[in-house]
Each structure stands twice: as structure tokens, then as C-alpha cells.
């Protein structure tokens, strides 16, 4: 059974870094059948993408984060990892990592979610 | 990016209803769409890909239909568990992927 968990920081101030983990167990990151996302929901409202990394370690990011954004990957440890730079209030969130279909685009599964409150 | 607007955006029923959840997109994505249930405090779950296709373990009262740019989530009778919100999300492009806003599904 595939299971993604978060884990990082629950509070980072404003214009600081907010970086998370990833880390997937029941199946290799380094599989060449998925991509490895990060998806985001800010508290009573709908669900954003933030991006995603195949295990060759290519990205592709929502636009409207690009310029803060790294995704990164670590086979040996089975995991993924996030960073989001410069962050401000509306960065408060609920980060979820999901497994997504190469050859899809659908998400499943998803982490538990991690909630990070950007404040100072 | 593709905008995906759902209506209605909440939808009171009953147990044993049989309740429509519309899906449009801005442009044509085919069938390159998903369907997932969250319930407070939960991630997503997976419910439908490929527009049509139910993930395993579903219970077949979850269907979905649509092409192009109208799309719909049926659920044929009504469960105490199904009360949630919903969300669709096309991945037609290569990224960035986006959601609708969600329909909330209470209980009457």
C-alpha cells in the first residue's frame, strides 16, 4: 500500500523559506510510471497545484509560484522536497504531496496534508 | 490556465437522493478530467479518472460522464458517508493542472 507522508516546519514567518518533505513508502520515487506533486488548500477554500518532479528529477510549476518555487527529489531516501521562498500570509496553507499518473494527470494517493501558518 | 467552474457550489439532499454535480472548463479537455472527495480535515480522495472511469474500491452508485468541456459527477443513491465536497480537476494540459472550486453536498 502507497503511502505519502509530510513533514516540516508548521510556522515559518513572513519573507522566509517554507520548506517541506515528502516521504513515500510502498512504492520507489524512482519509478518512471509517476510524477510526484505537491497541491496545496488554503483554510475553507479550494485546491491549488503547486507543482510537480519526475524521478529524473525534470519539474514543471504552477506560473503563479514559479519564481519562489523548487521542487527537488532524493532517491536514496525516498523522498521529495518543497521549498517556497520569500513567503507572505497568503502562503498559509495546507500542503498535501499526491502521487500523480505519468501518462494522467489524475492524483492519487495524497499525503495527510501538513498544515504550515505563515506568521510572525 | 484552464478555468474549471462547478455548479452548484452547495447542494443540500437527502439520503437515498439521487444528486447531479456539474463540471465546465474553459476550453476543451477531452476526457482528461478527475473527480475527488474530501471530507473535513481529509485529503482528497480519488473517485473518477479519465472522466469516466471509477478508481478501485469505489462504490459503483459514483459515476461520471462528460467530454470536451461539460462534465458530471452522479451519485445515484445518497449515503450517509457521501456527504462531502467535491471537486473536479482537469489535467488535460501539461500542467498546470487546476481544480474546481468545490461543491459542498449536505445534508437536507
Known amino acids: 500500500q502507497v503511502q505519502l507522508q509530510e513533514s516540516g516546519p508548521g510556522l515559518v514567518k513572513p519573507s522566509q523559506t517554507l520548506s517541506l518533505t515528502c516521504t513515500v513508502s510502498?512504492?520507489?520515487?524512482?519509478?518512471?510510471?509517476?510524477?510526484w506533486n505537491w497541491i496545496r488548500q488554503p483554510a475553507g477554500k479550494g485546491l491549488e497545484w503547486i507543482g510537480r518532479?519526475?524521478?529524473?528529477?525534470?519539474?514543471k510549476y504552477n506560473p503563479s509560484l514559479q519564481s519562489r518555487l523548487t521542487i527537488s527529489v532524493d532517491t536514496s531516501k525516498n523522498q521529495f522536497s518543497l521549498e517556497l521562498t520569500s513567503v507572505t500570509a497568503a502562503d498559509t496553507a495546507v500542503y498535501y504531496c499526491?502521487?500523480?499518473?505519468?501518462?494522467?494527470?489524475?492524483?492519487?494517493?495524497w499525503g495527510q496534508g501538513t498544515l504550515v501558518t505563515v506568521s510572525s | 490556465d484552464i478555468q474549471m467552474t462547478q455548479s452548484p457550489s452547495a447542494l443540500s439532499a437527502s439520503v437515498g437522493d439521487k444528486i447531479t454535480i456539474t463540471c465546465r472548463a474553459s476550453q476543451s479537455i477531452k476526457t482528461w478530467l478527475a473527480w475527488y472527495q474530501q471530507k473535513p480535515g481529509k485529503a482528497p480522495k480519488l473517485l473518477i479518472y479519465k472522466a469516466s472511469s471509477l478508481e478501485g474500491g469505489v462504490p459503483s452508485r459514483f459515476s461520471g460522464s462528460g467530454s470536451g468541456t461539460e462534465f458530471s459527477l452522479t451519485i445515484s443513491s445518497l449515503q450517509p458517508d457521501d456527504f462531502a465536497t467535491y471537486y473536479c480537476q482537469q489535467y488535460n494540459t501539461d500542467a498546470p493542472y487546476t481544480f474546481g472550486q468545490g461543491t459542498k453536498l449536505e445534508i437536507k
Open positions: 518532479i519526475y524521478t529524473s528529477g525534470d519539474t
Open positions: 510502498g512504492d520507489s520515487i524512482s519509478s518512471t510510471t509517476y510524477y
Open positions: 499526491a502521487r500523480g499518473k505519468k501518462f494522467g494527470g489524475w492524483f492519487d494517493p
